[in-house]
């Protein structure tokens, strides 16, 4: 499968999951989003970004907590929690929000 | 992609058998594993050409293996004692739903390659040749059976359906022909150590973000100490406790009955999973190759004893299947079995559920709780199928059931029993188990769950029921999905040691 930004092919895997994480660009993210239904503001992409930052140190996407964790102490406390990663990530902050940051889906009992 | 449109199952007083709906799931179906994932497992990368040769040489072998297999597909009268007993049936109403006809799509094949009725004369007994068709559905429907084992409970001659489904999802692998969500994650396993890929500095990483949570909570240091040889306790649990909720509240809640009760205990990077799924795809050999990380985490940390934590079906495979795969528990007679029998202390059974471990320390009197800690929840038990069907706990019959709840009465105040019927040995399966809990297959796992959601419906509408415990990973991470399709908050599920967690004194 493959999506196409401005003109240009990504390989996709079923699920819709970019298959080469350096196709990744802020266009192929909102991209995704609107596939997703998800219509990207600031908060959006201070999460999207901290997975990245994420990813790129440890090779995996971080747990919920790190997460929540890292987004309360950006954002405000009361934003620091998963109650709020669902309101931006309705599908489930982990993995919907890997597939905007272009990160492959967590795997496993998640 | 945006999630699937269906329609939910609407939630009745009381459990009615479905109008049958012939076909309504002929659409589920999981995504195919790639070639890359199958190689790495040594099977076909892709579907052999010469697959129905071999599928039926597959059978063959199977039914030399296991003497048990030849007699569930022979004994089966099609009484009828299984047609209502499925969660997925009674969620879908499609016929190939009911156990019985999930099985005869097996049994039809064996019939005619291996009963002499069946060479002869195959219309008068049912048998069926492998055709394309016939192999489609074998993919399609043995991936909607989960292997819970509640059908198993009501047939008369004990046929266990579980195992049939393993059979054809071996059979399904050895022709190439296997399922992405379980044969990827077997292949992290293998690679990084555990189902979600969590390489070691990330858990290190994660846990260490952990004690200063808890620090923060409670003012006291509890530690969750990771790969520290020489301590006492290893525990074995699902990585999905590192990075997921609420399962994460039941590590810490692990680590806090370790503390209080001044156990020395560590997770190891190298078993950093409980889970197995080589036992969902029927494969020995996957069963053995993961179940012995664990040995070799072991014997390296010299641990004295084996813990498992929240996790339905690992603990099946650890209870039943862990002394002859790795010499945990008696049985295992390779030297490294041997080795690690010498090293356990055989005062404590090995391995151990962490239920027993926190039981027991209750029942001596070592925890101390503030039970109106967990006054704001009305709290009900979910008893996972594996945990319930498959395994035991403690030293009497039923200790699997009575265990949990023991624990949940000791640090709560309010606890209510679903219907009769649907917990125990009775109890439904969350809907999500056995290499079944991938987003492809959502429509199955909503409708699954209906039975389950009915009788929590009953005690939330009854008694204000508002939290459901549970002691597996799989079941949590359903139900985190699919209680919202119900109406009900997601975070209404949690662990066991979620409750001990919030209720438990800390260095008192």
């Known amino acids: ?110 | 992609m945006a999630a699937p449109e269906f329609a939910v199952p609407e939630l009745k007083e009381y459990p009615v058998i479905p109008i049958l709906k012939a076909d309504a799931m002929a659409a589920a179906k999981p995504y195919v594993a790639s070639a890359p994932m199958n190689e790495a497992l040594g099977f076909p990368g892709e579907l052999v050409a010469d697959w129905e040769e071999r599928a039926v040489a597959k059978l063959g072998e199977l039914l030399q293996k296991y003497r048990s297999l030849k007699v569930y597909l022979d004994a089966c009268v099609h009484c009828g004692a299984c047609t209502d007993k499925c969660h997925y049936f009674l969620g879908t109403g499609d016929p190939k739903n009911m156990p019985v006809a999930r099985q005869d799509l097996l049994r039809s094949v064996y019939r005619r390659h291996f009963t002499p009725a069946g060479k002869l004369f195959p219309k008068l007994v049912g048998a069926k040749d492998l055709t394309r068709d016939m192999l489609e559905d074998w993919y399609k429907y043995y991936n909607q059976c989960s292997e819970c084992r509640r059908c198993s409970l009501f047939c008369p001659y004990g046929i266990d359906t579980a195992e049939i489904t393993m059979a054809a999802k071996e059979i399904l692998d050895a022709v190439g022909y296997g399922q992405k969500y379980t044969n990827e994650i077997i292949g992290k396993v293998h690679r990084v150590g555990n189902n979600l890929g969590l390489p070691p500095a990330a858990l290190a990483d994660t846990l260490e973000g952990l004690e200063e949570d808890i620090k923060a909570d409670t003012g006291v240091d509890v530690r969750l100490p990771l790969d520290e040889a020489g301590a006492e306790v290893l525990l074995i649990t699902p990585s999905a406790d590192f990075f997921a909720e609420p399962h994460v509240d039941s590590l810490v809640g692990y680590a806090k009955v370790f503390h209080a009760a001044g156990i020395r205990w560590t997770l190891s990077s190298k078993a950093s999973e409980a889970g197995n799924f080589g036992m969902f795809i029927g494969s020995y050999d996957q069963l053995r190759r993961i179940a012995l990380r664990v040995r070799e985490a072991a014997l390296e940390l010299g641990v004295k004893r084996i813990v498992v934590g929240e996790c339905g079906h690992a603990w099946r495979v650890a209870y039943s299947f862990w002394n002859t795969l790795t010499g945990i528990g008696a049985g295992g007679n390779d030297p490294f079995a041997l080795q690690l029998q010498k090293q356990l202390d055989q005062r404590y059974k090995q391995p151990s559920h962490i239920c027993e471990v926190t039981y027991d320390l209750i029942r001596r009197g070592a925890l101390k709780f503030d039970k109106e800690a967990n006054d704001h929840r009305i709290v009900t038990f979910h008893d996972s199928c594996n945990v319930a069907r498959g395994s035991r706990m403690g030293d009497a019959p039923g200790g699997q059931f009575e265990i949990p709840r023991a624990i949940i009465r000791a640090v709560a105040n309010h606890y209510v029993e679903m219907a009769p019927g649907t917990t125990h040995e009775q109890t439904f399966c969350c809907g999500g188990g056995g290499g079944l809990l991938t987003d492809e297959l959502l429509e199955l796992r909503v409708k699954g769950a209906s039975p389950r959601m009915e009788a929590l419906k009953q005690v939330a509408d009854s008694d204000g029921v508002n939290f459901m415990a549970t002691i597996c990973a799989i079941c949590k991470a359903q139900f985190t999905k699919v209680l919202p399709y119900y109406h009900f908050d997601r975070s209404m599920i949690g662990g066991v040691h979620q409750l001990v967690s919030t209720a438990i004194r800390l260095g008192a």
């Open chain 1, 1 to 110: 499968m493959a999506i196409e930004v401005n003109g240009k092919t990504y390989e996709t895997d079923e699920e819709g999951y970019l298959v080469n994480l350096g196709d990744w660009s802020e266009e192929v993210a909102n991209f995704i989003a609107r596939q997703e239904n998800v219509e990207m503001t600031p908060n959006h992409w201070e999460v999207v970004n901290f997975l990245r930052d994420y990813y790129n140190e440890f090779q995996i996407a971080p747990a919920v907590r790190v997460l929540t964790k890292a987004i309360g102490k950006k954002l405000g406390p009361e934003k620091g929690n998963s109650q709020y990663l669902y309101e931006l990530f309705p599908y489930g902050p982990a993995k919907q929000a890997c597939k905007i940051a272009g990160l492959p889906k967590p795997t496993g009992c998640v």
